[in-house]
């Protein structure tokens, strides 16, 4: 019997590491040895054969630590990735090298087989290690609709379209960047969390990445163990789960309205709830796929599988940890920013870039300024503790069918203060006090101008073009940290502001807008928003980064709570001369 000893990239993803661990507990389950390690090969036995995810362990693993050909010779692959992404053609770049494989995936097991390839398919199945629930059908869940998948523009733009379907449930979508992820974050659950999550959750929302049309397998039965019903778009292996009875199928566009609809039929719900579970338990056969894998490292210890045969090469490719990773893909706020390894790229115009700075201070000393009072509505209607911060810029849309929007909320703000700055107002009578700008004097100063008629100790800050969802300042004042902002969809994108504040990020990447509600105590303690020309449209860039360099508690609410229109500014400082601008700001 060999002697299996599963090995993971130090640095490497912890959704890898768990899946190694699991097929370890499956292997002694079924009566075989089983180990694990990370980071080198340990020191190989008579009867050792090594396991490793490939298209990950030769990325993070530095070349002083690569196994040997020796060693290699007696390793087995565990494949993950379906074709049509990167880490699938890194994964048939590496597996040639090794002795054989296995591969999760129906479709990736025959694309490696037709490049010549030793590879057998691994079934998935029910293992204790991921069940949180237990199979009792009445369990309390306190969320009606999960997401959990990283980011990538295709998912992000169907999630984005959903945000009116899930108005009224309660969700958590999970949206982390492509990135290596290690420990829990707010919008990563590694382990035991996220089962316990999923266990806390009524459904779940599926969808592919990139052009793959292959189910999320991994993904969908770690929600089925866990009584989490599953909605996916179509795919192309769903056998042997039957739609409709295991889980729900429905085009990816109307999955939003399909969970809505499911959560209202909580009958139908425990029927799949339960039907599910009884899948994952007693249809798939996760301990035969152990003892196949324990019979194909039997075989190579005894020296009678046949080995393909190919010449050893240097597999690594690089080295990077779970610190040191920052996707690429993240969107920015900023429309017209295009981010570079030293910030925004693009050619400088300095003397451009002056004369717009010099515009906006010399509007400031000449510009007429005047409040206009609102038409107040619901008197005597109840209000939360806070004031809305609103301004509107040259080229932005109209701001009353936001304002219309958060006055059908389920709280109503104390107060709307609106900032035309170098918009003029529309002589209807409006539900708010506007402050009026003749020109454009700039997005920060016109916000500390309406602080100053602020008294509530809660600021919800937002722009013009806007549509925000009734439950929009509810869910926002529900954690009490410092600092709250929600997913805002974007029309191109599909999601920004998706991932919590962080300073590595920040320092890369303006990716944080406006669409927060913050405590009155954190502006004041940061000095308002800034009023310096050089960072036009950059005064949330900054203000996050404030909060961040402060030691100020954030919370995202992991909900599409806002909706925006793409802004075409005029041209702006940092549009002009980017490298002294972003040199400005990182100098702060």
Known sequence: MADLCFVSGIGGSVFMDELLDVVADAVRRA???????????????????????????????????????????RTIGFCVEHPGTLSFERTARFVPRLACG????????????????????????????????????????????????????????????????LDGVRSRLFVPPHEMMGPSRVDFLPGSAKHEHLANSRTLLNLHRGTTVALEWVRVLEAMCNGCVVL?????????????????????????????????????????????????RNKLDLPGSARMLMELAGGLVTGSSELVETPLTRLAVGSRSAAESLSMDTPSWDVRFAPGPQGPSGESDAAACAMAVDRIRYARRAATRQWIPGAPVFPDAARGPVDVLLVRRPGEPDPIELANDLLNGTVLPRRLLVGEDGSLTSSAARPYDVLEHEFALGRGFTRNALLERSDAPWLLVLDAGLRASPYLVERLLEPGTDVAHCLVGDPVEGLVAALPAEARRLRRLPYLGCGYLVHRSVVDTVGGWTEEPLFDELEDHVFWRDVVDGGHRSTLVQQVLLRRTRPDPPPRPVDLDPHRVWAAIQAR
């Open 31 to 73: 009566g075989g040895r089983a180990r694990t390690a990370a980071g080198r090969f340990p020191e190989p036995r008579a009867d050792t054969v090594y396991v490793i995810v490939p298209h990950e362990y030769f990325i993070v693993t530095p070349e002083h630590l690569q196994p040997s050909p020796e060693q290699l010779a």
């Open 102 to 165: 296995v591969d999760i995936n129906l479709d990736s097991t025959a694309e490696l087989r037709r490049q010549g390839n030793r590879v057998e398919h691994f079934q998935l199945g029910y293992t204790p290690l991921w069940d949180r629930w237990g199979g009792d059908p009445d369990s309390p869940r306190e969320v009606d609709v999960t997401y959990l998948g990283t980011e990538e523009r295709r998912r992000s733009k169907l999630i984005g379209s959903y945000w009116r379907d």
């Open 232 to 280: 996916t778009e179509p795919s192309a292996d769903l056998e042997p789960a039957v739609p409709g009875e295991h889980l729900v199928v429905a085009r990816p566009e109307a999955l939003g309205a399909a969970a809505a609809a499911l959560v209202a039929q909580p009958s139908r719900e425990r029927d799949l709830r339960l039907a599910g579970y009884d899948f994952v």
